[in-house]
C-alpha cells in the first residue's frame, strides 16, 4: 500500500526557521517525483514544486522560488519542505503528494502538516 | 502565467447529473485532471490524463477535455460526492490549480 506520512503540526514565530517531511513508504521512492502544495486556511490549492528523488533535480513555481526549499533523502525515502525564515504568511497547510510525470498528476497525497506562524 | 478557471459552487439533487468545467487558454492541448477534497482530508485524484480514473474510483466519475474547457462529470451523484473539485494542468514547467469548485448535494 502506497502511503505518504507528514511530520506533525508546528507552531512557529516569524523569523524562524523550519523543515517538514514527508515519509514515502509501500513503492520505489526514487522511481516517482515528489510535490509539494500548499493550502492556506480556506482557500485552494497551490502547487510550489517538485523533488525528484533519483538525480535530486528540483522544480520550484515561480510563486515560491527563492521562499522554501524543497529536498530528499532517499536512503530514507523521506522528502522535505523547509524555511529559512518563516512570516506570518505562511501559516497554511502543507502536502506532499507522488507525482507521476509521465501522467502530469499527483495520484498518492499525505494527511498534511499545518504550519502556524505567530508572534 | 497561466490560469485555470472554475465555477464557485455546483449543486445538484441526489441521482442526478453534476457538471463541473474548468477553463484555460488552450487547455484542450495539456492533460486536465481533477482532484476531490472533503472538508478536514487530504485531496484525492478522482480522473487523469483527460478521462482516465485511478484505480478505486466509481464509474460515475468521468472527464473531458477540448478546445478550451475540460469537464468533470459525476452521474448520480451521491451525499458522499458532496466536496470541493480541483481541475490541474501543466504548463511551462509548472503544474496549476484551477480555482475550485464547491458541490453541494440538496
Known amino acids: 500500500e502506497v502511503q505518504l506520512v507528514q511530520s506533525g503540526a508546528e507552531v512557529k514565530k516569524p523569523g524562524e526557521s523550519l523543515r517538514i517531511s514527508c515519509k514515502g513508504s509501500?513503492?520505489?521512492?526514487?522511481?516517482?517525483?515528489i510535490s509539494w502544495v500548499r493550502q492556506m486556511p480556506g482557500r485552494g490549492l497551490e502547487w510550489m514544486g517538485r523533488?525528484?528523488?533519483?538525480?535530486?533535480?528540483?522544480n520550484y513555481s515561480p510563486s515560491f522560488q527563492g521562499h522554501v526549499t524543497i529536498s530528499a533523502d532517499k536512503s530514507i525515502s523521506t522528502a522535505y519542505l523547509q524555511w529559512s525564515s518563516l512570516k506570518a504568511s505562511d501559516t497554511a497547510m502543507y502536502y506532499c503528494?507522488?507525482?507521476?510525470?509521465?501522467?502530469?498528476?499527483?495520484?498518492?497525497w499525505g494527511q498534511g502538516t499545518l504550519v502556524t506562524v505567530s508572534s | 502565467s497561466y490560469e485555470l478557471t472554475q465555477p464557485p459552487s455546483v449543486s445538484v439533487s441526489p441521482g442526478q447529473t453534476a457538471s463541473i468545467t474548468c477553463s484555460g487558454d488552450?487547455?484542450?492541448?495539456?492533460?486536465a485532471c481533477w482532484y476531490q477534497q472533503k472538508p478536514g482530508q487530504s485531496p484525492v485524484l478522482v480522473i487523469y490524463?483527460?478521462?482516465k480514473r485511478p484505480s478505486g474510483i466509481p464509474e460515475r466519475f468521468s472527464g473531458s477535455n477540448s478546445g478550451n474547457t475540460a469537464t468533470l462529470t459525476i452521474s448520480g451523484t451521491q451525499a458522499m460526492d458532496e466536496a470541493d473539485y480541483y481541475c490541474q494542468a501543466w504548463d511551462s514547467r509548472s503544474y496549476v490549480f484551477g480555482t475550485g469548485t464547491k458541490v453541494t448535494v440538496l
Open positions: 523533488f525528484d528523488p533519483s538525480d535530486s533535480y528540483t
Open positions: 503528494a507522488r507525482d507521476v510525470f509521465g501522467e502530469l498528476s499527483l495520484d498518492f
Open positions: 509501500g513503492y520505489n521512492f526514487t522511481s516517482y517525483w
Open positions: 490524463q483527460d478521462d
Open positions: 488552450e487547455l484542450g492541448d495539456k492533460y
